[in-house]
């Protein structure tokens, strides 16, 4: 079972003051959604930057199943084990929906049918049928297109969904749909689903809620 845990995290940008998190330490396990709540400028966003493997903390540790990021390669760490949906979607305009998923695979050298193969699949378990699959995203709803995005981030085989803000540009039906969706890749298919969010139904609908303020974490 994955787990990701930190240990006295600290982080600071530079020519910074303070710090942006400090003394961090908490446990987000696979078969459960967590959310992360808190003002803009708490320090969530650099959290989930580090559990990216996007950076490194100044001080403490992250470890992936007892095994510390620092002593692992941090592209092989992205490319595996981790994947960020965004709140801006971030999909490529002129790729199809299948295009977008198979985008990933293609590029970590899998043959473009095999890709198409698992690409169909993750999009049906996302609720995106055959006749959308051709479909620029410009032609699909913004629930839609983030169900796409949840695809492609499946698509690697990755086991930790890190989603920043994954509601913020839906509506109300939209939204509930979403973290379904999250809620269900957690307790269902076993994921570890992690969420930064200021949408309250988001914190409802998880397993565990931590808050950020002013850099430090606390369980709610």
Same mark, same amino acid.
């Given at each position: 079972?994955? #787990? ?92 199809? =929906?299948? !295009? ?14 095999? #890709?198409?193969?698992?690409?169909? #699949? ?30 492609? =981030?499946?698509?690697?085989? #990755? ?28 307790? !269902? ?24 303020? !002013? ?6």
């Amino acid at each position: 079972m994955v #787990a990701l845990t930190l240990e006295h995290v600290s982080y600071r940008y530079k020519k910074a003051a303070q710090n942006v998190l400090d003394g961090v330490s908490c446990r987000f396990e696979a078969g459960e959604m967590t959310a992360v709540v808190g003002p803009s400028g708490s320090g969530k966003t650099t959290l989930l930057s580090l559990l990216a493997g996007l950076d490194r903390p100044g001080n403490g540790r992250i470890l992936l199943n007892g095994r510390d990021l620092a002593a692992m390669d941090l592209d092989d760490y992205r490319r595996q084990s981790v994947s960020v949906i965004f709140q801006a979607f971030q999909l490529f305009p002129l790729l199809t =929906a299948l !295009e977008n998923v198979c985008f990933p695979m293609e590029l970590n050298g899998l043959k473009k049918k095999e #890709a198409e193969v698992r690409a169909r #699949a993750q999009l049906e378990a996302v609720g995106i049928g055959k006749g959308k699959w051709k479909r620029y995203p410009a032609r699909l709803s913004g629930g839609e297109q983030q169900r796409v995005a949840i695809a492609r =981030a499946l698509s690697s085989g #990755a086991r930790i969904l890190l989603a920043d803000e994954p509601t913020g540009n839906l509506d109300g039906e939209n939204s509930r749909n979403i973290v379904d969706l999250l809620r269900n890749l957690a307790h !269902e298919g076993g994921y570890c689903v992690v969420i930064v969010t200021h949408d309250p139904t988001v914190a409802e609908a998880s397993d565990r809620v931590y808050r950020m303020e !002013e850099g430090r974490l606390r369980s709610v």
